[in-house]
Nanobody
Framework: QVQLVESGGGLVQAGGSLRLSCAAS????????MAWFRQAPGKEREFVASISGSDYYTYYADFVKGRFTISRDNTKNTAYLQMNSLKPEDTAAYYCTVRTIDSITSRRPGDYDYWGQGTQVTVSS
């Protein structure tokens, strides 16, 4: 089992920045891929970004390219999502997730194995 705890969400004005963190514990391995998804009210959970464990390769949804950056620190079993130039449409609950294989190109929530409880991001206009 892997436990995930997200933090760093909050209320920010459009154009502002937030940095989300995801601390992993339990049977977490540096070879596990990590990712962020988000879910707005009434919408399906959607892929945001992912990062591999061994080589730190990254993969992004088109709507966040150039604005969001995913990173990780394997010494701390922690992943980050730096979000800049936030827009009101970025408002959602953001979820950290781990995949037990080191593959980052899936955008399907069902391909990920462990999930955090989520942290709310609200962007005001």
């Amino acid at each position: 089992q892997v436990q995930l705890v997200e933090s760093g969400g909050g209320l920010v004005q459009a154009g502002g920045s937030l940095r989300l963190s995801c601390a992993a514990s339990g049977r977490m391995s540096s070879r596990n891929a990590m990712a962020w998804f988000r879910q707005a009210p009434g919408k399906e959970r959607e892929f945001v970004a992912s990062i591999s464990g061994s080589d730190y390769y990254t993969y992004y949804a088109d709507f966040v390219k150039g604005r969001f950056t995913i990173s990780r620190d394997n010494t701390k079993n922690t992943a980050y999502l730096q979000m800049n130039s936030l827009k009101p449409e970025d408002t959602a609950a953001y979820y950290c997730t781990v995949r037990t294989i080191d593959s980052i190109t899936s955008r399907r929530p069902g391909d990920y194995d462990y999930w955090g409880q989520g942290t709310q991001v609200t962007v005001s206009s």
